[in-house]
């Protein structure tokens, strides 16, 4: 059964069982859609508001409710202060929610139905405007979530995923004061997050980034390009993760990382900027941590490793830099490499332990 029409101003309510699909137009403001598709699945539902030539809807709500197994959900809202929020239930299900305007929230949740696992769920969100929020719950096995932030300031976009082998990705661009969060625990989790410019060299100032990754086989990338004050974080605990920040253009740029496992990887690099702050702490085995800062003052660095087969590697020059390696373990190798003026370096290494 198909069910589908254009409604100027109303409250819309559409209810359905396996193999259906729901096509729902809105114009006009204030208006709510509910739609629940139950069943085994295979079900498509498709809520447009503020959609075609009438122009904006304000405050509009779509809730989007879907159970079994390979439904999709499309969401598309073109105003302000609209909500998007589809949950499904299962497993193999498809959501994209589509917001233009300025304080929308779009909200994501796949998880399972019942006794039965959830898995290979995707989920997708993209926001164009100002004051955006975004979230994404993804409970399950290989599942990807990617929301996509642009053309805004002051955005925010949180990310949580649950399980095995599920894969993450933020973009917001061209705008200030975004925030992006990354959750992830299980096993071969990836995490991806930029913030800047996409497609022109346009400043991105202020923005805020944090990954969280708890489980074996981790990794993520943070990419920071043009602005200041720029914020990243990421701690990581278990086996073989790896993490790699980039803050490009900037001043008073800070980024931390704490990986505690074994095999992990920190590389960091930093161009053209003042007073930045780097810290990396890993607690393992076989850790690499490699820094570069090009240009910049007053930057401090400090890298400690703690285990056996770590290496270190700090290039920095500008000038006033602090710069302290501390190493406890075996075989572990410290080059550091500094050119400017009044810089502070200090090595020290604990060297082979039984």
């Not at 105003?79 to 589809?86: D, I, L, Q, V």
């Not at 690099?269 to 076989?286: A, F, P, S, V, Y």
């Amino acid at each position: 059964m198909t069910i589908g029409g254009i409604v100027l101003a109303a409250t819309v309510l559409v209810a359905q069982t396996s193999g259906n699909r729901s096509d729902v137009n809105v114009l006009g403001d204030e208006n709510t859609v509910e739609v629940a598709q139950h069943g085994v699945g295979d079900n498509s539902s498709t809520v447009l508001q503020g959609q075609g030539a009438l122009g904006y809807s304000d405050k509009g709500k779509a809730l989007v409710t879907q159970d079994g197994a390979l439904n999709e959900a499309y969401t598309a809202q073109d105003g302000f202060r609209n909500t998007a929020n589809t949950i499904q239930n299962g497993e193999s299900h498809h959501s994209s929610i589509q917001q233009e305007g300025s304080r929308n929230w779009a909200k994501a949740n796949q998880q399972a139905q019942g006794n039965n696992p959830s898995f290979e769920n995707e989920s997708t969100i993209d926001q164009q405007g100002f004051k955006n929020r975004a979230n994404i719950t993804q409970r399950g096995s290989y599942n990807t979530s990617l929301a996509v932030q642009s053309n805004g300031e002051d955005n925010d976009a949180k990310l949580l995923q649950r399980g095995d082998g599920n894969e993450s990705q933020i973009f917001q661009a061209n705008g200030d004061g975004n925030m992006a969060d990354v959750s992830q625990k299980g096993d071969g989790n990836s995490s991806i997050i930029g913030q800047g410019s996409l497609y022109e060299i346009i400043p991105s100032n202020d923005n805020q980034a944090f990954v969280e990754q708890i489980g074996d086989g981790n990794e993520s990338a943070i990419g920071q390009i043009g602005g200041s004050r720029n914020f990243a974080d990421v701690y990581q605990e278990g086996d073989g993760n790896s993490s790699l920040i980039g803050q490009l253009l900037g001043n008073d740029n800070a980024a931390y990382v704490d990986q505690q496992g074994d095999n992990n990887v920190s590389i960091l690099g930093e161009i053209g900027g003042d007073r930045n702050l780097t810290t990396i702490i890993q607690d393992g085995t076989g850790n690499l941590s490699l820094v570069g800062e090009l240009l910049g003052s007053d930057n401090e660095t400090l890298v400690d490793q703690q285990g056996a087969f770590n290496v270190s590697r700090v290039g920095v020059a500008g000038s006033t830099n602090m710069i302290s390696v501390e190493q406890s373990g075996s075989l572990n190798n410290s080059d550091i490499q500094v050119i400017g003026n009044g810089n502070t370096c200090t090595v020290k290494q604990g060297g082979l332990t039984p």
